[in-house]
């Protein structure tokens, strides 16, 4: 019985160690003031031109709205894009992301929502959407890889 105990110990430390050695390296970076995050550390992000009104958008790589390989798009809103006071800025950036982009289908996972992106043809295309703790402030993270999205938005310190 012990044999195979430590059997199974060692599959499990390999696996372990290959983990680790898959796992992204990250750096903290700052987006123009706004917030800072952990990203790749391979990763330079540079301002782009947003069509969306009211939007700060950070991205690598960027081709067609997509993000390329495990390169991500940061997106950046705050509570001036909204008109009525009463309405929640985590909400009306979902409903609007919803309703007018290929993002749809929110769900909440591990504490955020996530939308898939329905133009990608492959496994992927999501968008993790974190706000700040009164949800004056929204952060969306373009990408391939939901469990890298969520360690990125975990990081997050507005």
Do not use: C, R, W
């Not at 105990?5 to 050695?21: E, G, K």
């Amino acid at each position: 019985m012990s044999k195979k105990i430590f059997a199974i110990l060692i599959v499990v430390m390999a696996f372990v160690s290959l983990a680790s050695v898959f796992a992204v390296e990250t750096t903290t970076h700052d987006f123009d003031g706004l917030f800072n995050m952990s990203v790749p550390s391979d990763e330079e992000f540079v301002t782009l031109d947003s069509n969306i009104t009211g939007a700060s958008v950070f991205g690598y790589n960027f081709n067609y709205g997509d993000p390329i390989g495990d390169n991500i798009i940061v997106y950046y809103f705050n509570e001036s894009i909204v008109d009525d006071n009463d309405t929640n800025i985590t909400e009306y950036v979902i409903n609007i992301l919803d309703e007018n982009s290929t993002f749809k289908h929110p769900s909440v996972e591990d504490g955020f929502t996530v939308l898939y992106n329905q133009m990608v043809q492959h496994d992927g295309g999501y968008m993790l959407i974190a706000s700040n703790d009164n949800e004056t402030e929204v952060v969306g993270i373009v990408g391939d890889n939901l469990d890298d999205l969520k360690t990125y938005a975990n990081s997050i310190e507005f």
